[in-house]
């Protein structure tokens, strides 16, 4: 048995759920999300709960569905009810970001700016020139945009100048003039 598949979804108030099918869809304030669940597992929801049964034989592989697709119709109610965030910091002298409408612009030491929109979904704001706030109801999406944005200039190891995640520790490495 999947330890964490066997564990019953609390469905939240203000979240709306169905069931077509093998499809699973979920409708609350923050957006609307759907996920298709394999044919070897069963979706039942009663008493505000959503549960995830085998159909058949428990293998290796069906156990690692069926705990996959329970965390993933769990980050889905958690999205469209409350929504992730992720935070990113510039750090460096002359770096910053702006917003220009709803894309973000970025100049990180680049001979030039660098322009992101959003994709569908995520709503991108700034706390201040250094501060990159990321917001959406898909968990995912939220880290890929993440991701995608740190990537245009990551920390770097002697100086830690770049963009990280707030509350990322940069370990610094001993320069040259260390050495001696």
Do not use: F
Not at 5 to 29: F, T, W
Not at 57 to 65: L, R, Y
Not at 80 to 99: C, D, F, N, Q, T
Not at 103 to 120: E, M
């Amino acid at each position: 048995m999947s330890r964490i598949g066997k564990q019953p979804v609390a469905i939240l108030k203000g979240v709306e759920l169905k069931k077509d099918g093998n499809k699973v869809s979920i409708k609350g304030p923050k957006g609307a999300l759907s996920v298709e669940v394999p044919k070897c597992l069963n979706v039942d929801v009663a008493d505000g709960k959503l549960t995830l049964s085998v159909n058949g034989e428990v293998t290796g592989d069906v156990k690692a569905q069926w705990g996959l697709h329970r965390a993933l119709i769990n980050n889905m109610v958690q999205g469209v009810s409350a929504g992730y965030r992720k935070s990113l910091e510039i750090v460096g002298v002359g770096y910053k970001a702006e917003m220009v409408g709803k894309n973000l612009k970025v100049v990180v030491g680049l001979s030039h700016p660098v322009t992101i929109q959003p994709s569908a979904g995520i709503a991108l704001a700034i706390e201040g020139p250094t501060k990159i706030v990321i917001d959406g109801a898909d968990k995912q999406m939220v880290g890929q945009v993440a991701a995608a944005i740190r990537s245009i200039r990551p920390p770097e190891p002697y100086k830690g100048k770049g963009i990280r995640y707030s509350g990322e520790k940069v370990r610094q490495k001993a320069g040259k003039a260390a050495v001696k």
